[in-house]
């Protein structure tokens, strides 16, 4: 019923930066709070930003200061722009989203992550 596509993942040496992308299709009427998680391999799935529908946004403090969540409502879709990259930054990073389908259902939907490695 609703696909989460993400994209812009990839190798950067540390210091640098990158943009991840995710993009919403299907049977949406809404969307409600869109999230980004990253598992680092052999290490839990562990949240790193959420953003709202109305703007206000959260990170985990490992974050703060150099990454950005933002959101295009009208596309449906979640930026996470990636700054003063680090090698502890290396993950495969997931977007999250809780939908509101045609029908009024409310359902989560997880994309199929997008790897992002740091080194140099």
């Known amino acids: 019923q609703v696909q989460l596509v993400e994209s812009g993942g990839g190798l950067v040496q540390p210091g640098g930066s990158l943009r991840l992308s995710c993009a919403a299709s299907?049977?949406?009427?809404?969307?409600?709070?869109m999230r980004w998680y990253r598992q680092a391999p052999g290490k839990e799935r562990e949240f790193v930003a959420l953003i709202t529908t109305g703007g206000s946004t959260n990170y985990v403090d490992s974050v703060k200061g150099r990454f950005t969540i933002s959101r295009d409502n009208a596309k449906n879709t979640v930026y996470l722009q990636m700054n003063s990259l680090k090698p502890e930054d290396t993950a495969v990073y997931y977007c999250?989203?809780?939908?509101?389908?045609?029908?009024?259902?409310?359902?989560?939907?997880w994309g199929q992550g997008t790897l992002v490695t740091v080194s140099s």
């Open positions: 299907g049977s949406i009427f809404s969307i409600n709070a």
């Open positions: 999250n989203a809780a939908v509101v389908l045609t029908s009024r259902a409310q359902i989560e939907v």
